[in-house]
């Protein structure tokens, strides 16, 4: 990581780093406007280094934690053909039926941010599954810029159908309690959103910084929502007035958070995006609100 402060980059830096990360911009186009702010001692390549992500350093809960057991399992896939591969963790030890969490990743694969987010839900005192979207396709493979790649190769409404199904394994497992819920990060809170909207018997929904459903399926939601939103993040935020106006003229449960001055992505501490306050308060809000929602 840089030693680059945060502080010292003009949003500017976040909001192109955002387009890059959504392939709104291409790495060359990437480069050549990051490159404009590259000035006062600051270098390309230390820029480069201050945002892209850190996974070796920024994991809080290791695959070999005493605190869980975890292990790759496959379901099948209704539209990717064949079986998706999936993260499947629990706290160490446990004999007793869980409330379950479906960990829906961005749009660049299951990379260890989202396995490391699945654990922590684990610690938390939850079964997780955090599906690969990737599978038919090789799985994430090893880097963001491949990642993003291959997930656009993939239909949208093909990787729901996934974590639909994603859904539906859980609440069948031995140790699940037959309540089960859904976070989902960026691409993953559009999922969220839409299984939502899907998912009759989904018990909670929690999308972060998620592009919104359609306003006219609104009507179909049952689940209660947490929904967590960035300040920053206008791109996201255009979207929320209208789908909040539909949560309310349909009577739906929501509760809805929107975090002063930060960025979309806040809670991925891989990236100088990350936030801690912002991130630790929507964690716990969170874990708190799948406790009450996914009681057996």
């Known amino acids: 990581m840089s030693n680059i402060k945060k502080e010292d980059i003009k949003q500017e830096v976040f909001d192109l780093y955002d387009d890059y990360a959504h392939n709104r911009v291409n790495r060359r186009d990437f480069m050549q406007r990051l490159s404009l702010y590259a000035v006062g001692g600051l ?3 230390s820029l480069m280094g201050f945002l892209m992500p850190d996974y070796i350093n920024a994991i809080q809960v290791k695959a070999d934690d005493e605190r869980i057991q975890s292990e790759y399992i496959t379901y099948s896939s209704p539209k990717g053909g064949g079986t998706i591969k999936a993260l ?3 706290p160490a030890g446990n004999t007793q039926k869980l409330g379950g969490i479906v960990v829906v990743h961005e749009n660049r694969g299951l990379n260890p941010h989202t396995e490391d987010v699945a654990r922590r839900a684990a610690v938390a005192g939850f079964v997780s599954l955090a599906p690969d979207a990737l599978t038919p396709l090789g799985g994430y493979p090893g880097n963001d810029d491949a990642g993003r790649e291959l997930q656009a190769k993939r239909d949208r409404n093909d990787m729901l159908e996934d974590f639909i199904a ?3 394994h859980l609440v069948k497992h031995p140790l699940c309690n037959g309540k089960a819920g859904v976070v989902g990060f960026c691409f993953g809170g559009w999922i969220s ?3 939502a909207t899907r998912i009759d018997t989904l018990a909670a929904a929690v999308p972060f910084y998620g592009g919104q459903p359609p306003v ?5 939601i049952k689940a209660p929502l947490l929904l967590h939103y960035a300040e920053l993040d206008k791109r996201v935020n255009e979207g929320w007035p209208a789908y909040e106006a539909a949560l309310k003229a349909n009577s739906k449960a929501y509760t ?3 975090y002063p001055n930060v ?3 806040f809670l991925n501490d891989t990236t100088p995006r990350y936030d801690k306050a912002a991130a630790e308060l929507a964690w716990q809000r969170t874990m708190d609100f799948f406790k009450e929602k ?3």
């Open 43 to 45: 270098t390309l390549t």
């Open 88 to 90: 499947l963790t629990m």
């Open 166 to 168: 994603a859904y539906e």
């Open 193 to 195: 959103n839409m299984m």
């Open 216 to 220: 006219e399926e609104v009507t179909k």
């Open 256 to 258: 809805a958070h929107i």
């Open 263 to 265: 960025n979309h992505g």
């Open 294 to 296: 996914l009681k057996g």
